[in-house]
Every structure is written in C-alpha cells, then in structure tokens.
C-alpha cells in the first residue's frame, strides 16, 4: 500500500488542544524534550507529565503500559530515544536500533490503546537516502540506500513513521511525524567521542582555550554540509505542529541554512574564542556528504524558525560556560 492509494487518512484537522491538557513529553531532560517543555510552558500549558528514565524506563513494555494506564495523557510528545552522532552510531548498531525500536514501539501502542489524543513522534532527516535530491523533500523517503554510519537508527526511526502512518491508517488515530535536522542548544550532549560535532566541537574548543592547547582535532575531511536548527525553533515547530497539523505525511523542520563541517569549526573556534589550528583527522568518517531538508511544507503551514546559526552559538555557548 502506498501514501496515494492508502485509504483515507482520517480528518486533517488538528484537534483544539486546551492549556490545560494533560501533555506527556517522554525525554523532557533531553536537547529536544527540555526544549520542548520550556515552549509549552510559555505558551501556558500546565498540565505536563514529565518521567525520567530512572522512574519509567520507556524500553519495558509492561512499565509503559501501567504508566500509561495510570495516567492517561491526552497528548503525547515523543522526544525520548537513543541519540548520538556519528562516532556512536557507527559504534553501537545494535543499541541504536534496539532501543528506538523498543521505546516507539512501547509508547506508540501504549498511547493508542489507552485513549491519548494525539501523539508527535520525533525522526531525524538521517531517515533519508545518502544521495538524496537536495534539498531533501519528504517525499525522498525510502527512495534509495541509507548513509551506512547510521542505517541502523535511521531504519528504527523510519519504522516509527510508518508506525504512525499505520495507526492513523487501521485505527483512524491522530499520529503526526516530524523530521528535525541536526540540532543543537542548552542540554546537549557534550561528551567527547558519542556527541554530535557541534556540541563536540564546542567542548574541545573550549578545553583547548582553557589549557593553552595550540591545536584542535577535527573529524573528518570538512568538506560535508549540515544544516543546524536551534532547539528552540525545533520545539516552537514540534508544538505547532500539534496545535496546527494532523495528516498522513511525515514533515520536515530545518532551517534552510547549510554549512560546511570545516565553516562551522571556524564559526565554534570564534564564539569560544580559541587562537590555535584546527588539525584535521581524515581517519574519522565524513558521514553523508550533504543532507539539507526541503522544509517548504512547514513554511506553506505558516511556520519559520528565527534563530540564526551565529546567534545560536552564542548563546549555547553561554549555558555551556555557565553549567560547567
Ligand atoms: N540531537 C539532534 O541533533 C537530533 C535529534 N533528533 C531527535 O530528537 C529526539 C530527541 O533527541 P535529543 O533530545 O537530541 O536526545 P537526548 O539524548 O538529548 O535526549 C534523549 C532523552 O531520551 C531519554 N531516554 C533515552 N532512553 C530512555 C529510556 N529507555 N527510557 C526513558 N527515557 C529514555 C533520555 O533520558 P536519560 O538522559 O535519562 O537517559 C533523554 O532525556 C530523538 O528522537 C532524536 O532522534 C532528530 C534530529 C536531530
Ligand atoms: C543528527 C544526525 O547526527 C548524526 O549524523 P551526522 O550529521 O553525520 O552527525 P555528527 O554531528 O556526529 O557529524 C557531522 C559531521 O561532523 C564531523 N565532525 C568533525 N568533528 C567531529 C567531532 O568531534 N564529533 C562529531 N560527532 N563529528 C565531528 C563528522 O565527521 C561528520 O562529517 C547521526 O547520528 C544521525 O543519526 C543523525 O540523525
């Protein structure tokens, strides 16, 4: 069955959601999930359900269901999952697709079966084929082989779309898909090897200006492009994409910004303030050549992110110095 020949996808109206709602944002003490809960809470929502991982371990299906059970929210944010960049995804396979598969598949059914709304799962533009048209629309997805560093999450994550688009399907059930590229702000992950590059290379920046290191490690050639979305656009999307969209189709949310690897260390060494060289490591892989999303689909919505890739630093770098 395919997207055109599926049978109708039920009402894409977005229901009215009231401030006070019962909203479960599963990884709240994430990049995306503590994002996600500062917006809500400005934007007046004050019923969230917030767990950590310590109290509800989103992998054990029978923990899920008693949560759910017990607590029945009306909407249901996803922003809970295995994350890592390049160096972790290559590394760990079996975690990477394991864990997503277990801790989507356990909230996703759970969600349905005891009465939630609605439900935003989180995906990740790595879903798509490596030599995707550029930029990359939705409709690129399963269009040819994925980036080999890190198919195992991809495949979990695309599996959570179809998931979505299945139980909107057979159960008529409000499950929206949004598909963020590579992100960064407050409450990143900043360890040295499993990070993304932005927050990596921010740390080892910082750490070289603090001891007077003359020289700075940088993965890869430099030559591949990102695209990088502040986590406060990310979540100004991911709620209004619940308050505003309920349809089939997965949908992108970028900035339409890209940069080389190689720009983007010389705009972190700036904002941190190193004056030493960047040595490049050509042992460590490139990834995907260039993934930057056609995000037309939220524009025509009505939605734009608003902060630049310069200001963004600026002010993570800010909370780094200042969580240290
Ligand atoms: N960061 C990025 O650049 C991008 C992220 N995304 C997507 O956004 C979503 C969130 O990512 P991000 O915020 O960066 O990831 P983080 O690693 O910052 O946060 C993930 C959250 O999930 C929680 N979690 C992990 N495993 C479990 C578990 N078994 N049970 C309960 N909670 C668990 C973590 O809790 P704890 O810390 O306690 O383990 C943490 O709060 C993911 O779906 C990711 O694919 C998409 C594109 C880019
Ligand atoms: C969000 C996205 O994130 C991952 O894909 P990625 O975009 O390739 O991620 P990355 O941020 O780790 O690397 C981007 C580029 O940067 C280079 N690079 C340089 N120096 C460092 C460095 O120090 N650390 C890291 N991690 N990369 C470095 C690195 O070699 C690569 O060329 C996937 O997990 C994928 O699953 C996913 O969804």
């Known amino acids: 069955m395919t997207l055109t020949d599926s049978a109708p996808a039920p009402a894409a109206v977005a229901p009215k959601l009231d401030k006070s709602a019962k909203i479960f944002v599963a990884g709240h003490r994430g990049l995306v999930g503590s994002a996600v809960v500062r917006r809500l809470r400005i934007l007046g929502y004050t019923n969230l359900i917030l767990r950590n991982h310590s109290e509800l371990d989103l992998t054990n299906q029978s923990a899920v269901k008693t949560f759910f059970s017990l607590e029945k929210p009306h909407y249901v944010i996803l922003a809970a999952a295995k994350v890592g960049g390049i160096h972790a995804n290559n590394t760990y396979p079996a975690d990477f697709i394991t864990i997503n598969l277990q801790i989507q598949t356990n909230v996703i059914d759970s969600a349905y079966r005891y009465g939630v709304k609605k439900l935003l799962f989180l995906g990740s533009s790595c879903i798509y084929p490596k030599h995707a048209p550029q930029p990359i629309p939705e409709s690129a997805l399963l269009t040819g082989p994925l980036e080999p560093t890190n198919e195992w999450y991809a495949v979990a994550k695309i599996a959570g779309i179809k998931m979505c688009q299945a139980y909107r399907l057979q159960y008529k059930w409000d499950a929206i898909s949004a598909m963020p590229t590579n992100l960064y702000g407050p409450n990143d992950n900043f360890h040295p ?26 993965w890869g050639s430099g030559s591949p492009l990102r695209e990088f979305l502040h986590v406060d656009d990310l979540a100004d999307a991911v709620v209004f994409l619940l308050e505003n969209y309920s349809d089939l189709g997965h949908v992108n949310v970028g900035s339409g910004k890209e940069v080389s690897i190689k720009e983007l260390a010389e705009l972190v060494k700036e904002v941190v303030g190193f004056e030493g060289e960047l040595v490049w490591d050509s042992s460590k892989p490139d990834g995907t050549p260039r993934k930057l999303m056609d995000s037309s689909t939220l524009a025509k919505l009505g939605w734009e992110p608003k902060v630049s890739l310069k200001d963004g630093l600026v002010d993570t770098y800010k909370w780094y110095v200042t969580t240290q």
């Open 193 to 218: 090897e499993n990070s993304h590059v932005l927050p990596a290379l921010m740390r080892r920046f910082h750490e070289a200006k603090v001891s007077g290191a003359k020289e700075v490690v940088v």
